[in-house]
């Protein structure tokens, strides 16, 4: 729990010094790719149930939920999500909600322009206000360093 915890502050840390380099996807691209690694954040100061999706091709190849305690005066409470949608490419959608509310949805390719073979991705409630955001970053390469990655990114 603590590993957790501060690699969650570390994360916070390094997520705040490259925020202008994350890019949010707008459009779905057809490209084919790999999601190393997931996780789910709580920044708010309230308790927070989560459902996280991962569709591949269209079809749901995971589906999990995940309660999240409020964050504290200097951890961020988060869990890492399990990799039961493998290491097939494809291309990759993830859509999340809290707490029964309307469903947010990210294309994996479109955030990293359908370039990347491997992404890390994070669902964040509270970090920007009241919203829940999916971030999609291109830095698989970091995956052994969180603990839960996907098995074929750690290798």
């Not at 590993?3 to 490209?31: N, P």
């Not at 084919?32 to 989560?50: A, C, M, R």
């Not at 459902?51 to 591949?56: F, N």
Request: proline share 2%.
């Amino acid at each position: 729990m603590k590993r957790r915890s501060l690699l969650t502050s570390v994360g916070v840390a390094m997520a705040a010094s490259s925020a202008g380099c994350v890019e949010f996807a707008r459009d779905t691209i057809d490209s084919s790719g790999k999601i190393g690694w997931l996780g789910v954040d709580n920044y708010d100061t309230e308790p927070h149930q989560f459902e996280v999706q991962v569709k591949r091709d269209g079809t749901l190849v995971h589906e999990s939920s995940h309660t999240i305690q409020e964050r504290g005066a200097n951890i961020v409470h988060g869990e890492d999500v399990d990799c039961t949608w493998g290491d097939t490419a494809g291309t990759y959608r993830i859509r999340a909600r809290t707490d029964g509310t309307d469903w947010v949805e990210q294309s994996v390719d479109a955030a990293v322009d359908g370039t990347v073979g491997c992404v890390t991705a994070r669902v964040t409630y509270g970090d920007r206000g009241d919203s829940l955001d999916i971030i999609v970053r291109e830095n698989c390469e970091e995956v052994p360093d969180y603990p839960g990655g996907c098995e074929f990114a750690n290798g």
